[in-house]
Nanobody, 125 residues
Framework: QLQLVESGGGLVQPGGSLRLSCAAS????????IGWFRQAPGKEREGVVC????????ISADSVKGRFTISRDSTKNTMFLQMDSLTPGDTAVYYC??????????????????WGQGTQVTVSS
């Protein structure tokens, strides 16, 4: 059974940091394009940052460039999202996702096949 399980969300103050984890089971993340997406209340789901299958290209939303970093650990079959300098505008439910197909250098939700359950990130003082 192919599954993605997220952890690490929570409440953080503006300017703080948070790291989200997403453990995969049933398939090797190394051979998949992976990404993180988020959805704030009343807004559409948006791509935050993605990596292509080969790991040679990272696509980030302008709003998070220089602040958010995606990575994966092959030994743990887990992907991560390191979020720094958080602002209230980053408040959303965050989802990890993966696909065995190419993503054509675009971090778009319709390109992803498998999804985590989502984890709430709230940035507030």
């Amino acid at each position: 059974q192919l599954q993605l399980v997220e952890s690490g969300g929570g409440l953080v103050q503006p300017g703080g940091s948070l790291r989200l984890s997403c453990a995969a089971s049933g398939f090797p993340l190394d051979y998949y394009a992976i990404g993180w997406f988020r959805q704030a209340p009343g807004k559409e789901r948006e791509g935050v940052v993605c990596i292509n299958k080969s790991g040679t290209s990272t696509i980030s939303a302008d709003s998070v460039k220089g602040r958010f970093t995606i990575s994966r650990d092959s030994t743990k079959n887990t992907m991560f999202l390191q979020m720094d300098s958080l602002t209230p505008g980053d408040t959303a439910v965050y989802y990890c996702a993966a696909t065995p197909f190419g993503i054509d250098s675009a971090c778009e939700s319709h390109r992803m096949e498998y999804w985590g359950q989502g984890t709430q990130v709230t940035v507030s003082s």
